[in-house]
T-cell receptor, first 116, second 112 residues
């Protein structure tokens, strides 16, 4: 029979261009957010995190932006490389600031494909 | 090794069979999590340990799922009487605190 699966949002970019991956999170009380990268056959790999008392954080070639007003998170990758091709997940958690952090809740992911 | 290690990498089970999935966390990591990932979806929380104590098992889908971490290091996720809907990748993650989880490569379970 026909298999029903979730079709991931996809983003295709040319090698060397900048990529922007967006995520809408669900809980306005969440106070901690992480971006993970997952390559085929591997577990999620930590990229960058941000706490709710910040609106921007930069890493190596990556920047995370947080807009709490509209519950939106974005990941910007500069000078995208073929090795960046993967599925990218945002995840949220709440209670971190009070020491009672609950488990991470993951979004559905975006498939990034880097074209040569 | 330096990372989270999971075994077996692949497991094929007949419906009704019991399975046990193993996780070796990063040495010294207090927190250990199990997640279930269906094809094309994000990981979904199953259970959480702090040392040997199972502090949250709210994500376990049924009483056929059981997890333990008796000495606060290695953890085992056991699924009894497996069903086809149990087919998924089971991910283990560990962390020093509750944020910034480090994931293993997972065990891909296929129930026939």
């Amino acid at each position: 029979g026909e298999s029903v699966g979730l079709h991931l949002p996809t983003l295709s970019v040319q090698e060397g261009d900048n990529s922007i991956i967006n995520c809408a999170y669900s809980n306005s009380a969440s106070d901690y957010f992480i971006w993970y990268k997952q390559e085929s056959g591997k577990g999620p790999q930590f990229i960058i995190d941000i706490r709710s008392n910040m609106d921007k954080r930069q890493g190596q070639r990556v920047t995370v932006l947080l807009n709490k007003t509209v519950k939106h998170l974005s990941l910007q990758i500069a000078a995208t490389q073929p090795g960046d091709s993967a599925v990218y997940f945002c995840a949220e958690s709440l209670g971190l600031s009070s020491g009672s952090a609950r488990q991470l809740t993951f979004g559905s992911g975006t498939q990034l494909t880097v074209l040569p | 090794g330096a990372g989270v290690s999971q075994s077996p990498r692949y497991k094929v089970a007949k419906r009704g069979q019991d399975v046990a999935l193993r996780c070796d966390p990063i040495s010294g990591h207090v927190s250990l999590f199990w997640y279930q990932q269906a094809l094309g979806q994000g990981p979904e929380f199953l259970t959480y340990f702090q040392n040997e104590a199972q502090l949250d098992k709210s994500g376990l889908p049924s009483d056929r799922f059981f997890a333990e971490r008796p000495e606060g290091s290695v953890s085992t996720l056991k699924i009894q009487r497996t069903q086809q809907e149990d087919s998924a990748v089971y991910l283990c993650a560990s962390s020093l605190r509750r944020e910034k989880l480090f994931f293993g490569s997972g065990t891909q379970l296929s129930v026939l």
